[in-house]
């Protein structure tokens, strides 16, 4: 039994099943894709197109850009960097079975190189994961464990974001989003009046960002007990 999402009409929800998802052919053959929705509601802000070129600062897994690809029928294309080979490896082979196609993969840290040609950017932004807790609650236990683990991601991020944004690039908008509960991970990289100025809001739906900082009108937030999705953060940055 399933039930359509409201907001995206290609999005389905799972009421009740006979067996697993992940233990079905459809699964197995990637003819369907298990994605939250708040993960889906990134590729949505971001609105890929056909003859898109879309920059992803941080591709692996992959599952984002299935959905990119899916929705402009291949049409678009898109330069996926990742830091880690292994897992960019391992994208390639999953795009490969779902027969995605126009997808080139770099290996390279967005902190300190960064490809420039491209009219959309992605950065879907490596974080705590705090977003999951729900689902994964060993994530509570890995932040209690790691108590800089926050801060260290927030430079991060901060990082690559610094590095899209200070040199001169042909992007027309960034989407940043991030699986952060946590202001340091999102709100708080967009104090700055010069970056506040270039956002605007992503999406019609989710809620704004949380009180007290500039970007939150400009900004949408899922929360899990809300929304029944994970935590997501995403803003849109344009240049143009």
Same mark, same amino acid.
Do not use: W
């Given at each position: 039994?399933?039930?359509?999402?409201?907001?995206? @009409?290609?999005?389905? @929800?799972?009421? *009740?099943?006979? *067996? $697993?998802?992940?233990?079905?052919?459809? #699964?197995?053959?990637?003819? !369907?894709?298990?994605?939250?929705?708040?993960?889906?509601? %990134? %590729?949505?802000?971001?609105?890929?197109? $056909?003859?898109?070129?879309? !920059?992803?600062?941080?591709?692996?897994?992959?599952?984002?850009?299935?959905?990119?690809?899916? +929705? &402009?029928?291949? @049409?678009? *294309?898109?330069?996926?960097?990742?830091?880690?080979?292994?897992?960019? *490896?391992?994208?390639?082979? +999953?795009? @490969?079975?779902?027969?995605? =196609?126009? %997808?080139?993969?770099?290996?390279?840290?967005?902190?300190?190189? /960064?490809?420039? #040609?491209?009219?959309?950017?992605?950065?879907?932004?490596?974080?705590?994961?705090?977003?999951?807790?729900?689902?994964?609650?060993? %994530?509570?236990?890995?932040?209690?464990?790691?108590?800089?683990?926050?801060?260290?991601?927030?430079?991060?991020? =901060?990082?690559? +974001?610094?590095?899209?944004?200070?040199?001169?690039? /042909?992007?027309?908008?960034?989407?940043?989003?991030?699986?952060?509960?946590?202001?340091?991970?999102?709100?708080?990289?967009?104090?700055?009046?010069?970056?506040?100025?270039? &956002?605007?809001?992503?999406? /019609?739906?989710?809620?704004?960002?949380?009180?007290?900082?500039?970007?939150?009108?400009? /900004?949408?937030?899922?929360? $899990?007990? +809300?929304?029944?999705?994970?935590?997501?953060? !995403?803003?849109?940055?344009?240049? =143009?």
């Amino acid at each position: 039994e399933i039930e359509q999402d409201k907001d995206f @009409k290609f999005l389905y @929800k799972v009421l *009740k099943e006979k *067996k $697993p998802l992940q233990r079905t052919d459809m #699964f197995r053959n990637l003819q !369907i894709v298990i994605q939250d929705k708040a993960s889906v509601a %990134v %590729v949505v802000a971001l609105n890929p197109e $056909p003859d898109d070129i879309i !920059i992803d600062f941080a591709s692996a897994p992959g599952i984002k850009d299935i959905l990119i690809q899916k +929705l &402009t029928e291949n @049409k678009a *294309k898109i330069i996926g960097a990742d830091v880690n080979i292994s897992r960019l *490896k391992r994208e390639g082979l +999953l795009l @490969k079975k779902a027969k995605i =196609k126009n %997808v080139d993969l770099v290996n390279q840290d967005s902190q300190f190189d /960064s490809i420039r #040609f491209g009219n959309k950017g992605l950065f879907d932004a490596p974080c705590d994961s705090s977003g999951m807790i729900v689902e994964e609650p060993t %994530v509570l236990m890995r932040l209690e464990k790691d108590k800089n683990i926050i801060s260290r991601y927030s430079k991060l991020q =901060k990082n690559i +974001l610094l590095k899209i944004l200070n040199k001169k690039n /042909s992007l027309d908008y960034l989407i940043y989003s991030v699986c952060s509960l946590f202001p340091e991970e999102g709100e708080s990289h967009f104090e700055n009046d010069y970056i506040y100025k270039l &956002t605007e809001r992503p999406l /019609s739906i989710a809620h704004d960002g949380y009180q007290g900082f500039k970007v939150s009108p400009y /900004s949408a937030r899922f929360y $899990p007990h +809300l929304d029944g999705t994970y935590g997501f953060f !995403i803003t849109k940055i344009r240049f =143009k």
